[in-house]
């Protein structure tokens, strides 16, 4: 009985010191499957679904204004194939890098228009005129962002050097029930009547986890 009574704590020490170095809670692997989750739950491309405007607009020059901007973009839509797509990257660390990387980038067909002696820097005080051209090119940059504590919403952080009329940031990026991005911008416009600031509020659903 003497023998079992002693071997009892000498177990009890055993157990305790076997859980403490449990892989299981160890800070590191438990911060790779949280990385290792959000991968799986939202890494990947996200094709635009829709967009609409605060306000309507005449981008297209029809004489018609609209707040569904596909109607006005004819080239936004995802099928038509220009790739106005929302990427979510999310990467563990590495040696390169002491902590997991949040990025997220936002294409978008800016406007371009050249005047007589200089190109439209984007922003307000443009007034339409029939004989401007203007054009649309597939640009957007990269920024770094995290998670709200749900999941809910992400939180996109401005760039050093932030432009105020291109690539701008976005005012929201939250999550809807179907796990899409719900992605609202400010931006300006430029229409036949005139460049317009207005809200557009666009959804984005993943079609690939690839990057």
């Not at 709200?148 to 939250?174: A, F, G, I």
Request: charged fraction near 25%; glycine fraction near 4%; include cysteine.
């Amino acid at each position: 009985m003497k023998t079992l009574l002693l071997l009892c704590p000498i177990f009890l020490a055993v157990m305790l010191g076997c859980k403490k170095d449990d892989p299981l809670v160890d800070p590191e692997i438990i911060e790779a499957q949280k990385v290792a989750a959000l991968q799986e739950q939202f890494h990947g491309k996200y094709g635009i679904v829709s967009s609409v405007s605060s306000e309507a607009v005449d981008v297209n020059m029809d004489g018609v204004s609209s707040t569904d901007l596909f109607q006005e973009i004819d080239i936004l839509p995802s099928e038509k194939n220009f790739h106005f797509d929302v990427e979510v990257r999310i990467y563990p660390k590495n040696p390169l890098s002491a902590k997991p990387a949040y990025l997220f980038s936002q294409s978008w067909p800016e406007q371009y228009i050249r005047l007589e002696n200089e190109e439209w820097a984007g922003g307000p005080g443009l007034n339409y005129d029939p004989s401007l051209r203007m054009d649309f090119l597939r640009q957007g940059t990269a920024r770094q962002f995290h998670f709200s504590d749900d999941l809910k919403l992400l939180n996109v952080l401005p760039s050093e050097q932030e432009n105020p009329y291109r690539w701008v940031k976005p005012e929201s990026v939250t999550v809807d029930p179907a796990g899409r991005l719900v992605i609202v911008n400010k931006w300006y416009l430029y229409t036949k009547n005139g460049v317009k600031q207005v809200s557009i509020t666009s959804v984005y659903q993943r079609f690939t986890k690839e990057t």
